[in-house]
């Protein structure tokens, strides 16, 4: 009942059918623009329902374009102009709603529904997830049906029917969609990369790191990015993916060093571990490397401090292979400039610097001091926490290591660098993230935020710069493990940790799986790709005018087919004997002076005739019925073609 309620009242009218479209393709929309555009989407759709409902509160020509100069002026002040993503999309989204509330004829409303079709494709500008794909893809099919129940008229068409035709126009709409897609020339990256802007910001790591920074990351579980390894994938506590290297300590934050260090040339003793990184949009320049990266693809170079960066941020996926090993040799010296960076420290805590002291003074060799201060963190009663206590004293260092003891690995990466450099041991702290979850449908490992972490490395002459991760020395299950089980109190906990159903598990790693064929597959769909698939249809290498000469073949072939398909089915529908038993209908008709106009469907003809033969009312509303049901029902039984064939030769005015 509900049902027919909602198609009779809703689905059945253009102006109700037209608002829950608008409302439908613009709901994304309300995730990146501000609360109070929202509010007024909301607030128009009211008021033209009102409207739609009581025939009332129609607003008069003043009104109307009073309040859509003042939506232009917010909107223009809060985007600082109308260009850019955001900007645009805010001002589109919020103008139709006005033209929406002045909107009376059938014009109008077909106006509403090409510009739905342009709200459906300015979403995929923020999102290109398989949600937003399948989302999309539902509103099209929403918007046909619109467009039908536009032009329907006074007939009769069930929503049952709307929905097939309207399923059948997308299903003839996907062969030149796949077209395009695979042989449409791509100039640079996906077909939809283009520049965000602040609304695509992504949260995540910064270039400076100070206590409670990482730790509010663990929070979100938002994907950074997937590695898929090429042959072995590397045991759990091997899984350091570094980003940044933080040199400069001002007492309170790290930060980074402009100074170039000199290259550093590995020694590799095994060739370790290959994999291909597919990179989240994330609006940094960093990249993400296995410890320790020895080679790199795309052209990208590798800096002294074994990290890489893009010249620009990056804004979409972004793809690139990479080696990696843990067994190498670093016979250089270290830079006497970089020395003196690696050593200096704010002169701040005096107690780190006595305790540093004491443990050079009994070393016979610098490892004995990593060792020492390894012992004092997992001796001296340190607590790994996600809710330390603030450090609020100049002396930031000495009153956690001597009196809060309660930390997050910034915590104790940030106490471990200064202790190795009062105890005269070159060190720095590196960012990135640490463990990974591997999905056993695919073996690939997705990293998200709450994997953010902070190490250590120190400079051992004659080793080089070796990694040290204090972190391990009070909650060992952070290395080997995860998060969760080094997190004494457990409460604190978010929720993403807390949900370890099996059931929901698979699910989540089925999803993660699919996302990630799609990633690779569509969004990861660019000019390499595109070659690299027409070689593999052709065994060709092709450039970019072979390909745009291939697309304009492919185009003229796929049109003269359409062609071909629609004159032999205009043949066949010449020789069908249900068309030519209607056209003798219609004509019979015709000479009596009642002909169908050209804008008439079926039933608004069959509802007129009635009108004016009321005499002849059960003899068309038969053959208008059955010529319907054979037509549009696919119902081609062959006693049902043929009472119709009689009812027309019988028919006579």
Known sequence: ?????????????????????????????????????????????????????????????????????????????????????????????????????ESKTKRDHMLLVLLSFFIISTNFLFSQTIATAVYMFLCVFITLLTLLTINQGQSEISLKEKSIISVKLISYSLPLMIILFLFFPRISGPLWNTKTDEVQAKMGLTDSMQPGQIS??????????????????????????????????????????????QKTTLQIKDPGYEYVITMEPSNKKWLFLLDIPYLISNNYNLNSDFTAQTKDPVDSLL????????????????????????????????????????????????????????????????????????????????QFLFETRQGFCEHYASAFAILMRDAGIPSRVVLGYLGGNINPINNIISVDQSMAHAWNEVWIDGKGWIRVDPTAAIAPERVTKDIASALKDQKNLPLHFRIDFAALQKIKQLFDAVDNKWKQWILSYDKNKQKEFLHFLTGKDFSLRDISSLFIQIILVTLALTSLFYFFNSINRKTDPVDQAYKVFLKKLSKAGFSKAIYEGPRDYKKRLISLLPNHKQEVSFIIEHYVDLKFRKNSKSETANRFIKAVRNFDI
């Open 216 to 261: 509010q990351l663990i929070y979100s579980n938002d994907l950074v990015f997937r590695a898929s390894f090429i042959n072995k994938i590397p045991p759990q506590y091997q899984l350091y993916w570094r980003a940044i290297t933080l040199w400069n300590f001002n007492g309170k934050k790290w930060t980074v060093n402009k100074v170039n260090e």
């Open 1 to 101: 009942m509900n049902i027919k309620l909602l198609s009779h009242f809703v689905l059945r009218k253009p102006e109700t059918m037209v608002l829950l479209l608008l409302l439908l393709v613009t709901a994304p929309h309300f995730e990146y623009i501000p609360w109070w555009s929202t509010v007024s989407i909301i607030a128009l759709s009211i008021w033209k329902s009102i409207i739609f409902s009581t025939n009332r509160l129609k607003p008069n020509k003043i009104i109307s374009s009073l309040l859509t100069v003042l939506a232009v002026v917010v909107i223009y002040r809060h985007s600082h102009g109308f260009s850019g993503i955001s900007a645009g999309s805010h001002l589109l989204v919020v103008m139709v709603f006005f033209k929406l509330l």
């Open 319 to 398: 793809q690139y292979t990479a080696n990696s090993t843990n067994s190498f040799h670093i016979s250089s010296d270290l830079d006497l400039d970089i020395e003196d960076i690696a050593l200096s420290t704010p002169r701040l805590n005096k107690q780190a610097k006595q305790l540093a002291l004491n443990w050079k003074q009994q070393a016979k060799k610098p490892e004995d001091i990593v060792n020492r201060a390894l012992e004092y963190f997992a001796k001296q009663g340190f607590y790994y926490t996600l809710t330390p206590p603030k450090l609020t004293r100049i002396d930031r260092i000495d």
